[in-house]
Structures are given as structure tokens and as C-alpha cells.
């Protein structure tokens, strides 16, 4: 049962000269370039792309608005190296985006006064589908095979007709179902299939260690040309080189099953990237801390990851936790499951729904991958997020070494301006994300993200004089101005 809501703790915001003189003012290197503060936008889904994963106005408005705020470091949503349809998020697939991607480029450089880096999140990921009606999968998509014949003899002998044998299904109860359907047919009936890096019995995921480490080179050199900073390469949540992390990886063909196996494909995917961008471009990734599902990887494996992606040449590692397929909450018939629902989901996105204190609440993890790091004598910079959205948390993180940059994503969303408002010593105005997760609520229903916050200002006029609203005309599709 989801806990009642709780207001926001208290918080103390610096003067100017207390946060002129702290660490998340001061600047940092990450890779091949530097950044003027210790503040991290995490990426975040907008859902403002074209049908066909090209930058669009409101794209830019969203990524110029973030800048607004001068964070140290911005990272571009997940945006996909395979050129194949995949609804408005970003792609990164072939040479025609980067014209896009450079115009964005060009906008955060212009409204961050050139104080934000930024970096471009790409990722890979694997078939899902939706969750079909009963009488479809029944009727039409479930190969038939012996095994269920054998096993519809126990409830519902029929004769050798596919059609009989098929109706013979569509009639049994949900329990004798479940026994004559295999735990993956169940699955996908009730889920919506999903392929998975062990299935070596589909061509095209058996051949991923082949073609993966070329799509992410390639991918990660338009993003060079199109003038990124650097590039984050997604190993983290539900997406495929998360997968051959995990701890559930289980293939046999020298990508999984041990720890060095399930590392060899993301080694590779950093060599053959590193191997085109060469060495004075910024790569970076996300991990997992942990992957918050039975079975799945915990810290030691990700402390693991870590050193051996260090060792790999990789330039910061940023440190996420859940967001899993395998515990998503069902989806109803005709949606696809959404992987930051379930246990593993709530860990990804914290709120105060969820959890008594969801405030930095992700932050032992990154300090444990961070602490493994220099042990080693491993220096690279590690990013810590989940539930951050005041100075004072920001900075005991950085204090305490959990982390040496802050990722703020729902704070930034709230109020993109919030890192220089507490540059200026102006915390006191900064709109403070109330962690209650509607956006995310956007996110999973593939609406265009906005924060509840900003209707407050529903007729306040953007920057440019006008009012931008989301397609359903009901919520603003930009952060309000900041009125300085
Ligand atoms: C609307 C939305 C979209 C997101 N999209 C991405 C994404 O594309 N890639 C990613 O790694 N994380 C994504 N996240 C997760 C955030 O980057 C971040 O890890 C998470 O929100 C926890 O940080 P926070 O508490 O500061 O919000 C998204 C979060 C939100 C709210
Ligand atoms: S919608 Fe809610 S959780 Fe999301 S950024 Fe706004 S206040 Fe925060």
C-alpha cells in the first residue's frame, strides 16, 4: 500500500560566497574536458522527437531551457544507435541526425553561455511487445507446438486440427493454461513477449556481440561530429548492454554466465568506441549500482563493472539503480510494460510516495563503486543520483565522497534554473521538485513530459512571448522564466 505523502524536508540554501566557495562550484575534469561545476543533469526522456528520431523545435526548447540553468554537465535522452522506428526519442542511427543534433549542440552552448558540457546518453535495446488481448495470442500468434498438445491431453484432449487445438486453449482456465503454456508463453501473454540476450536462438540476439560494438562506435562518431562533448554509453537499467551485465545473463557463448563473461560485450562495445573517437573525446557510462531484482547483480558486481570498465579506458562512470523489465508492474492489454514500475522501478526514480527518506537515497551505492575506484588507484569521476534536489544534500555528497558530480534529473526538470539560482545565492527561489512523479507518469504513457510544478504558471509567456503548451493543450511544455 503506497504511503501518504510527506512534505518536503527543510532545507538551508548558501549565500553567494558560501556557494562560490563550495565543491559543487568548483570545477572538475571528466575525460578530455572540463566542467565548471559539479552539477549533472541525468538524462531524461522528453518524448518531443519526430516520429522519426529527429531533433525538433520543441527538442531544442527543452535541452535550451535546461541550460538555462548552467549545470556543469547535460545528458542527452537515451537516444538509439540502430536506425529502426521507435516513436519520437532520439536516434542517433545514421549520418542524416547529425545536422539536428548539432543545431542542438549549438543551442546549449549559446544559452549556457558555453558553462554546460554536454554529453549524449545511446543505447541499444531489445524487442518488446505489447501486451496482446487473450484471444489473439491464443488464436494467432502462439506457435503451436507438440509440447502443448501433450500437455492439453490432461484437460482437453482434441483431435489433430491447429484450429480445434487452438479453441481447446481459448477454453481452459487461466490455471490449466498456465500449466500447458511454457513460463515464457505465459509471459507473454500476460506481459507481452520480450526478447532477452539469452535467447542465442534469434539470429539477430545471438549475433549482438558482432554487431553491437559497430553500432556504438559509429553512433558515438556522429556524435563527435555533431560537436557533443563526449558520449554515455547506457549500460543501465532495462536496456540490452544492462542485460549482459547482469547477473541473470546466462548465455553460454563466452557473453555471459560468468563475471567476465557478462563484461566482455560492454569492453568491447568501449574498445571499438574508443578505437574511433580516439583518445582525447570523453566516453563515458551509466551502470548499475544494483540491478534491485531476484537473481539480478548487486554492488559487488557493479563495484566488479566498474574497475574492469575503468581499466577498459572509460572516462566517468554515472550510477543508477533498478529499472528493471523483470519486476515491471502488468501492463493492460495493448501497452507495453514500462520498467520503472515494480520494486526495481520505485529504487530507479525514489519518491515520497514510496519511501520514508527517498532523498539521496542512492547514494551508498555510488560511494561503494567510487571508493572500489580508488582503491585501485583509479581516478575517473563517478556521478551519483536519486533524490537530490537541495545544496546542502548536493554538497555532503561531494564532501563525503559519494560521488564527484551530483545528478540532479527531476530537481533539473522542476526547475531548470535551480543551479544558478544557488550560484547566486538566490536558493530561496528555487522550485523544488516535490518527488511525487507525475512526469514519470508522462514518461510511461509515451506523453510529452512535463512537470505539475510549472502549471502554477499556466499563463506566464516563455522567454520568446509565447506560450508553448503540451498536444493535449492542458500543461505547459516549458519550465516557466525564471523573473530575476
Ligand atoms: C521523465 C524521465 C525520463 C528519464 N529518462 C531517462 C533516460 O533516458 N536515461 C536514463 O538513464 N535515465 C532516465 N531517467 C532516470 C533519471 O536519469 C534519474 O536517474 C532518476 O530520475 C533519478 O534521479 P532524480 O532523483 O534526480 O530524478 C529518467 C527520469 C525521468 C523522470
Ligand atoms: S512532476 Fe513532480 S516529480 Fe516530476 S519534476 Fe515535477 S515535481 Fe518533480
Redesign the pocket.
Known amino acids: 500500500m503506497a504511503k501518504p505523502k510527506r512534505s518536503l524536508p527543510a532545507t538551508r540554501w548558501p549565500t553567494r560566497d558560501s556557494a562560490q566557495q563550495s565543491l559543487l562550484f568548483t570545477p572538475i575534469q571528466v575525460g578530455s574536458f572540463e566542467c565548471q561545476s559539479r552539477g549533472w543533469v541525468?538524462?531524461?526522456?522528453p518524448w518531443r522527437a519526430t516520429e522519426g528520431g529527429e531533433v525538433t523545435p520543441q527538442v531544442l526548447e527543452w535541452y535550451g531551457r535546461m541550460a538555462d540553468g548552467q549545470p556543469g554537465v547535460l545528458v542527452v535522452?537515451?537516444t538509439g544507435v540502430r536506425d529502426v522506428p521507435s516513436g519520437p526519442l532520439l536516434r542517433i542511427g545514421d549520418d542524416r541526425f547529425i545536422d539536428g543534433l548539432r543545431e542542438l549542440v549549438q543551442v546549449v552552448k549559446e544559452r549556457s553561455a558555453g558553462r554546460t558540457r554536454l554529453v549524449i546518453?545511446i543505447l541499444d535495446f531489445l524487442r518488446i511487445r505489447r501486451r496482446p488481448e487473450k484471444h489473439r495470442f491464443l488464436g494467432e500468434f502462439l506457435s503451436i507446438t507438440k509440447s502443448h498438445r501433450r500437455a492439453l491431453e490432461e484437460f482437453a484432449p482434441c483431435g489433430p486440427d491447429e484450429a480445434d487445438l487452438r479453441k481447446a486453449l481459448a477454453e481452459l482456465d487461466d490455471a490449466s493454461l498456465q500449466k500447458v503454456l511454457s513460463q515464457r508463453e505465459w509471459e507473454a501473454l500476460n506481459n507481452g513477449e520480450r526478447e532477452r540476450v539469452g535467447d542465442l536462438q534469434v539470429d539477430a540476439v545471438r549475433d549482438l556481440p558482432q554487431v553491437l560494438p559497430g553500432l556504438f562506435a559509429a553512433a558515438s562518431s556522429r556524435a563527435q561530429k555533431a560537436g557533443f562533448d563526449g558520449v554515455e554509453l547506457?549500460m543501465?537499467?532495462a536496456y540490452t548492454l544492462a542485460s549482459f551485465l547482469s547477473a541473470c545473463n546466462m548465455r553460454d557463448d563466452g557473453y555471459g554466465s560468468t563475471i567476465e563473461g557478462r563484461q566482455r560485450l560492454p569492453l568491447e562495445v568501449l574498445a571499438a568506441v574508443r578505437a574511433k573517437v580516439g583518445p582525447d573525446w570523453t566516453v563515458g557510462c551509466?551502470i548499475l549500482g544494483d540491478e534491485v531484482i531476484p537473481g539480478g547483480s548487486r554492488i559487488e558486481d557493479a563495484c566488479s563493472h566498474a574497475l574492469a570498465l575503468a581499466k577498459g579506458g572509460i572516462d566517468f562512470i554515472s550510477v543508477?539503480k533498478g529499472g528493471k523489465f523483470e519486476d515491471a508492474r502488468q501492463p493492460a492489454v495493448g501497452q507495453a510494460a514500462y520498467p520503472y514500475t515494480g520494486a526495481s522501478g520505485a529504487e530507479?526514480?525514489?519518491t515520497v510516495t514510496h519511501f520514508e527518506q527517498p532523498f539521496g537515497r542512492n547514494l551508498p551505492l555510488s560511494h561503494a563503486i567510487r571508493a572500489t575506484l580508488r582503491e585501485a588507484g583509479h581516478g575517473i569521476p563517478v556521478i551519483g543520483?536519486?533524490?537530490?534536489?537541495t545544496f546542502e544534500l548536493a554538497e555532503e555528497a561531494l564532501q563525503n565522497g559519494d560521488c564527484d558530480l551530483v545528478?540532479?534529473?527531476?530537481?533539473s526538470?522542476a526547475d531548470p534554473d535551480w543551479w544558478l539560482k544557488v550560484r547566486e545565492g538566490r536558493g530561496d527561489e528555487v522550485r523544488r521538485c516535490i518527488y511525487t512523479n507525475y512526469?514519470?507518469g508522462l514518461?510511461q504513457k509515451h506523453r510529452q513530459?512535463t512537470c505539475q510544478l510549472w502549471d502554477r504558471d499556466l499563463e506566464e509567456p516563455d522567454r520568446d512571448g509565447t506560450i508553448q503548451r503540451s498536444t493535449d493543450n492542458k500543461r505547459r511544455l516549458n519550465a516557466p522564466p525564471w523573473k530575476r
Do not use: T
Open positions: 541525468p538524462a531524461m526522456v535522452e537515451a546518453q547506457h543501465a537499467h551509466r543508477s530507479c526514480m525514489p543520483a536519486g533524490g537530490i534536489g545528478g540532479a534529473a527531476r530537481q526538470l512526469c514519470e514518461d513530459v
